[in-house]
């Protein structure tokens, strides 16, 4: 996949070359709280995270934003039977308060249109930045089968 480029941001494909600037954005209280298992203490471990999860059909993308590097990411499932993809994602605590989420998932959309149709998203019912992004998405919440998760979907056919 090429990276994408629009409005000074980058989505693209992490490597390890990445892995110093994935540590210093993975290490916020929100990452202890809601995705402990990216957060990397050192650059190693950041190197571990990148390789381990850019294989078997699973990818994760970072989006980066002109003279200030990478901000966000996200972390990407094979596609389903019906077309769909499962994704994670996070923002450095840094770049909060910036729609970096819900643009690069729009970003990633557009990237990723050719082989996947929808994002589906599992979001913790205390997780009011992710809510948030979903709202800003105009995801439609199809299930909230247990009371940690509540689940959406992003349909890139509305693009």
């Known amino acids: 996949m090429k990276e994408k ?13 990445d892995a110093a600037n994935f540590a210093k954005i993975s290490n916020g209280l929100g990452m202890a709280q809601y995705l402990s298992y990216f957060r990397a203490k050192n650059v190693s471990e950041a190197e571990n ?14 989006l980066f934003v002109r003279r200030i590097g990478l901000v966000s990411v996200f972390y990407v499932s094979p596609p389903n039977s019906s077309g769909g993809a499962e994704i994670s994602y996070f923002t450095g605590e840094d770049y909060f308060g910036n ?6 998932v729009q970003l990633l959309a557009q990237t990723l249109s050719k082989n996947i149709s929808y994002f589906t998203f599992a979001i913790k019912e205390e997780n009011d930045a992710s809510l948030a992004v979903q709202s800003k998405l105009g995801s439609k919440e199809f ?10 979907l992003y349909n890139f056919n509305r693009l």
Do not use: E
Not at 49 to 62: D, E, P, S
């Open 5 to 17: 480029t629009f409005d000074g941001l980058t989505i693209r494909k992490l490597k390890t070359k």
């Open 49 to 62: 995270i990148i390789v381990k999860n850019n294989r078997n059909g699973y990818a994760m993308y970072g």
């Open 99 to 104: 729609d970096y989420a819900s643009r690069g």
């Open 143 to 152: 299930s909230s089968s247990t009371r940690a998760y509540r689940h959406f």
